[in-house]
């Protein structure tokens, strides 16, 4: 049984268990959350979007098989065992091609969700929710079009497993995550004043067509295998805000899940919740957690953080420094299509924008060879010498105090995953079986 129908299992017999997912392809990413479940026993979903890993390489310039790899390659450096390794993919299905035609986009489509399956990737989000370059825009997409675009995919992914099968017969047969109302990747373009929360009865209409269309086309075995819905349950961010989890505006929503078991709903756009949000969002059924530009935002900011302590350790100038902060500001004004529609404002507030947003697009130029030069200069700078826990104290508290227990120790590297483990564990304290968490706290 896949390790997310055995959650969903457990919750069935009253556990309040969960996932959470990584959706990035950013090393320092990937290694931090194997990192924090090395010690746990636990397992790992870490997704690619169709826009990073693709057959054309995506603006990481990997193919679902390379990512693959690659997210193997960091798990045998930290010593995670692969087996614990759950590969998912996000928003599968014409994304990167929408302003094309639906034949050509589909197309496109097909073979983008083939190679996800045929390289092992077992959770799979089939998304078709957004208009192709010839739908009518004057009208919604018709959830009967969203559908029947999903159950095409969902053919394809099933011969594809198929093929797989005929390879490894130990092969996992993959699950499934569909829905129409699917937030865009990596948040909010808008600064809405408040979100519309899923209407119980479009989910239950919905449902109810997604079922029928995947039976019609002869996939019923695929539709029991449809583990998470996405609905729009009040959580997004934008570029200045965060609309925070409110149960009792998603209670009619939630209560509508409990009339389907063995069906969670899958919460996107969950970055910079409050972990008490995401805990309630688990114990209401959203129970599967994306979380992407949340973790290369603490990761930018672990990085300014010790540029500001590189500054100070390297103010004699015997040294080049790295500027990192300099760098990266340079490379995104030079190369401004990851942001230019997305940040809005004077020029001081887009300076703001590119350094701080919510919406992180800083993480699109973290693969940029000068970016990453200046990263591999302020880590060696650094490495090199010794931090003063006083300087700590002032750039990076909450690792300061890890430091002075003897639960971290102070270098660069360890520095910059701790701080993305900071916003990790949120999610795994939010995620975390009820039972186990009761023993962890001295409750049983």
């Not at 959770?123 to 010839?134: F, P, Q």
């Not at 000068?370 to 591999?376: C, E, K, L, S, T």
């Not at 002032?394 to 003897?406: D, L, N």
Request: proline share 4%; charged share 30%; aromatic share 8%.
């Amino acid at each position: 049984m896949h390790p997310i129908s055995r959650m969903i299992e457990s919750r069935a017999s009253g556990s309040c268990a969960g996932i959470y997912s990584a959706c990035s392809a950013n090393e320092y990413v990937i290694e931090a959350a194997l990192r924090r479940a090395k010690d746990n026993g636990e397992y790992v979903l870490i997704e690619a979007t169709a826009n990073q890993v693709n057959q054309d390489g995506g603006y990481t310039g990997m193919v679902p098989a390379s990512f693959r790899d690659f997210v193997h390659s960091v798990a045998l450096r930290v010593g995670f065992p692969g087996g614990r390794i759950i590969l998912g993919g996000d928003h599968l299905g014409p994304l990167t091609w929408r302003k094309s035609s639906s034949a050509s986009a589909m197309g496109k489509s097909r073979e983008l969700v083939r190679q996800y399956v045929l390289a092992g990737f077992t959770k799979i989000h089939l998304d078709t929710s957004m208009y192709l370059g010839d739908d009518d825009r004057s009208k919604k997409l018709d959830d009967r079009v969203i559908a029947d675009r999903a159950a095409d995919l969902a053919s394809v992914a099933e011969e594809a497993y198929g093929e797989l099968e005929q390879r490894d017969p130990n092969a996992e047969r993959p699950v499934y995550i569909v829905g129409s109302e699917v937030p865009i990747p990596g948040g909010s373009r808008g600064e809405e004043a408040g979100l519309s929360v899923t209407a119980p009865e479009d989910f239950e209409s919905t449902l109810d067509i997604f079922g029928r269309t995947f039976r019609a086309r002869g996939l019923d075995e695929a539709w029991r295998r449809v583990v998470g819905f996405v609905v729009q349950p009040g959580v997004e961010f934008g570029d200045e805000s965060v609309h925070q989890y409110d149960r009792e505006a998603a209670r009619s929503l939630t209560l509508a899940l409990g009339k389907h078991p063995g069906l969670v709903f899958e919460g996107h756009s969950t970055d910079y919740q409050t972990a008490r949000a995401l805990r309630q969002m688990v114990e209401d059924g959203i129970a599967i957690l994306k979380v992407g530009p949340g973790l290369t935002f603490a990761l930018r900011e672990a990085l300014v953080a010790l540029g500001l302590i590189e500054e100070e350790l390297l103010a004699d100038g015997s040294e080049e420094k790295s500027r990192f902060a300099q760098i990266l500001e340079e490379r995104m004004v030079s190369e401004p299509d990851n942001w230019k529609d997305h940040y809005r404002g004077d020029p001081a507030a887009l300076r703001i924008a590119r350094r701080y947003s919510y919406s992180d697009r800083c993480r699109y130029y973290l693969p940029d060879p000068a970016v990453r030069q200046a990263i591999g200069r302020l880590i060696s700078n650094l490495e090199n010498r010794s931090i003063p826990t006083t300087v700590l104290s002032q750039y990076m508290p909450s690792q300061y105090r890890k430091i002075m227990e003897g639960d971290l120790r102070n270098g660069a590297r360890e520095l910059i995953l701790d701080r993305i483990g900071d916003c990790i564990d949120d999610y795994r304290r939010a995620t975390v079986p009820s039972d186990r968490a009761a023993a962890r706290d001295g409750r049983a």
